[in-house]
């Protein structure tokens, strides 16, 4: 029944839609003034004109080119650094402390010092991004090419795959779900600091929109933010959900229903 | 029959060195020598080395004292001149099993269209025809190990190594396979060790018998079968039945001796 499922869907979001409409009712009963919570129509309204003026987009588009290249650069050298430490054992001694003491502690802290060495601009929104965003990459890849059943690696080598082919042929394929479960803890982290980031080095993007909206006390404008930002982050989860489950076609947890 | 045996085993002895603890001896200075063509099973108890033994063949683990040739080489890593079947199949779970019957033909020099013949051929061996592109995490236990048998057969390997190859199987499956492997066995004529710790298995299928003892693995009797393996009521012969009783009464002692070591 297309209604059943109509209403399946729906009970799946009605946390969101109780949410919404809280938020409404509770800012048009006049207990909190427009200032403390705008109404969501008057934010949504918001966000159409942001749309329509084309500040959407910039903002959107410089925050999403910054976050996303700040991941693309944790996700491919977290990956080779990741495979490195397992194998060359000079690299492990190196990093592998750093990795231990870096990966559990506030990088954001370390933002002072990026605007000082690196400037506020793309190169250092970037950086930030990255230096964020490579811990889990590199924590994942070790773990998952550590953990590759040695007889898989047997297997190929008595087929007759030299020890050269079997990096390409066998760890990473073997590791890839476990590097994927990595790149999907990354992703949100350099998204999340790529907003702190925008909104404590300011300039254009979301995170700078929204501090430049808070000082004007523009209050739908840091709504519009919030909510910008958040449908932003749930289009790259899902996308990369999406990614996941076609590179893992053949794996068990493609053949059964997931959630996220 | 005055060839040279294809596979010398001599002296060996492996020792594991776990990262913690003290270090175990698996095997105790061990000797067998395989002829070619022959079927040879390693029959034991859990834990008493003949894994390792068929690993340090196999070349995946170094051979540290003694040491084994084949065809009068000593073994440098392993290599397609010696195909495996583990117990848990160890199919490449990214590739459907089309691709991992490829795999070991890729490596070859052959044109594709005759990788391509050559992986069909064993795939409808091991009759899983119909399944060439499904992925290993489609299949029941029993057809992974087709697909795993029909990898290591596609790239023609003279020597066969199987680590407890049906141990995982339900006993209906088991049977079955074990009856099938006779068959391609005798019209290949492959070397095979076969690993087991299943009495009756190795004396069904084996034509030499190699009993290890509780670890440190020793070899402690080899028993020799002459059956007519088509004889359709062999397992109800006298002659089968009393081989098994041997056999088994050989490895229960060894068995009762690893449970209370704590092996098994």
């Given at each position: 029944m297309?209604l059943?499922?109509?209403a399946?869907?729906?009970?799946?979001?009605?946390?969101?839609?109780?949410?919404v409409?809280a938020?409404?009712?509770?800012?048009?009963?006049g207990?909190?003034?427009?200032f403390?919570l705008?109404?969501?129509s008057?934010?949504?309204a918001?966000?159409g004109?942001?749309?329509?003026?084309?500040e959407?987009a910039i903002n959107?588009?410089?925050?999403?080119y910054?976050?996303l290249?700040?991941?693309a650069?944790a996700?491919?050298a977290?990956v080779a650094l990741?495979?490195?430490m397992?194998?060359?054992?000079?690299?492990?001694?190196f990093?592998?402390p750093?990795?231990s003491?870096g990966?559990p502690?506030?990088?954001?802290a370390f933002?002072?010092?990026?605007?000082l060495?690196?400037?506020l601009y793309d190169f250092?929104?970037?950086s930030?991004?990255?230096?964020?965003?490579?811990?889990?990459?590199i924590t994942?890849?070790?773990a998952a090419?550590?953990?590759v059943?040695?007889?898989l690696?047997?297997?190929?080598?008595s087929?007759?795959?030299?020890?050269?082919?079997?990096?390409r042929?066998?760890i990473l394929?073997?590791?890839?779900?476990?590097i994927l479960t990595?790149l999907q803890v990354?992703?949100?982290?350099?998204m999340?600091?790529?907003?702190?980031?925008e909104?404590?080095?300011?300039?254009?993007g979301?995170?700078g929109?929204?501090?430049?909206a808070?000082?004007?006390?523009?209050?739908?404008?840091?709504?519009?933010?919030?909510i910008?930002?958040a449908l932003a982050?749930?289009?790259?989860?899902k996308?990369?959900?999406?990614?996941?489950?076609k590179?893992l076609?053949?794996?068990?947890?493609a053949?059964e229903p997931?959630?996220? | 029959?005055?060839?040279?045996?294809?596979?010398?085993i001599e002296?060996?002895?492996?020792e594991?060195r776990p990262?913690?603890?003290?270090?175990v001896?698996?095997?105790?200075?061990?000797?067998?020598s395989v002829?070619d063509?022959?079927?040879?099973?390693?029959?034991?108890?859990?834990?008493?080395g003949?894994?390792?033994?068929?690993?340090?063949?196999?070349g995946?683990l170094?051979?540290e004292q003694?040491r084994?040739l084949v065809?009068?080489r000593?073994?440098?890593?392993?290599?397609?001149?010696?195909?495996i079947?583990?117990?848990?199949?160890?199919l490449?779970?990214?590739k459907?099993v089309i691709q991992?019957?490829?795999y070991?033909l890729e490596?070859?020099?052959l044109?594709?269209e005759?990788?391509l013949?050559r992986?069909?051929?064993?795939?409808?061996?091991?009759g899983?025809?119909?399944?060439?592109?499904?992925?290993?995490?489609?299949?029941?236990?029993?057809?992974?190990?087709r697909a795993?048998?029909?990898?290591t057969?596609?790239i023609?390997?003279?020597?066969?190594?199987?680590?407890?190859p049906?141990g995982a199987?339900?006993a209906q499956?088991r049977?079955?396979m074990q009856?099938e492997?006779l068959?391609?066995w005798q019209?290949?004529r492959?070397?095979v060790i076969?690993?087991?710790h299943?009495?009756?298995?190795?004396v069904?299928?084996?034509?030499?018998?190699a009993?290890?003892?509780?670890?440190?693995?020793?070899?402690?009797e080899?028993?020799?079968t002459?059956f007519d393996k088509?004889?359709p009521?062999?397992?109800?012969t006298?002659?089968?039945v009393?081989?098994?009783?041997?056999?088994?009464?050989l490895?229960?002692a060894?068995?009762i001796?690893a449970?209370?070591?704590?092996?098994?």
């Open positions: 297309a059943a499922a109509l399946r869907r729906a009970g799946a979001i009605g946390s969101l839609v109780v949410l409409v938020w409404e009712a509770a800012a048009r009963s207990v909190v003034t427009p403390l705008p109404p969501l008057v934010v949504l918001r966000v004109e942001d749309a329509m003026s084309g959407l959107l588009g410089l925050t999403l910054r976050a290249t700040g991941f650069i996700a491919v977290g990741g495979i490195l397992t194998r060359r054992p000079l690299v492990r001694w990093f592998d750093i990795v003491v990966f502690m506030p990088k954001i933002l002072p010092v990026f605007m060495w690196l400037g250092s929104k970037i930030m991004a990255v230096f964020n965003a490579i811990f889990p990459v994942a890849t070790m090419a550590e953990g059943d040695r007889q690696v047997w297997s190929a080598r087929l007759g795959a030299s020890e050269r082919q079997l990096l042929e066998i394929p073997a590791a890839l779900p476990q990595g990354a992703l949100p982290i350099s999340i600091v790529m907003i702190v980031t909104m404590l080095m300011g300039g254009q979301l995170g929109a929204m501090i430049a808070s000082r004007f006390a523009d209050s739908p404008g840091v709504f519009a933010g919030i910008e930002i982050g749930l289009c790259l989860v996308a990369m959900t999406m990614l996941r489950r590179l076609r053949w794996h068990q947890e053949q997931t959630t996220v | 029959m005055s060839d040279p045996a294809h596979i010398v002296r060996v002895s492996h594991y990262a913690r603890g003290r270090p001896l698996a095997l105790d200075n061990v000797s067998l002829q063509r022959e079927f040879l099973a390693l029959l034991g108890p859990s834990g008493c003949k894994s390792t033994l068929l690993y340090l063949v196999g995946f170094p051979v003694g084994i065809d009068e000593p073994i440098a890593g392993p290599g397609p001149d010696r195909g079947v583990f117990q848990h199949f160890a490449f779970p990214w459907t991992n019957v490829l070991g490596k070859q020099d044109a594709r005759e990788r013949r992986a069909r051929q064993f795939i409808e061996l091991v899983l025809a119909g399944f060439e592109d499904s992925y290993p995490s489609q299949l029941s236990g029993g057809m992974k190990q795993a048998i029909a990898r057969l596609a023609d390997p003279r020597v066969l190594l199987m680590d407890e049906f199987l339900d499956t049977s079955l009856a492997l068959g391609i019209r290949s492959k070397t076969f690993v087991t299943d009495v009756h298995e190795a069904f299928l084996a034509e030499r018998i009993v290890m003892s509780a670890r440190p693995g020793r070899i402690k080899i028993v020799e002459h088509d004889d009521d062999l397992t109800r006298r002659e089968f009393e081989t098994v009783d041997h056999v088994w009464n490895v229960r060894e068995a001796q449970q209370r070591s704590g092996a098994a």
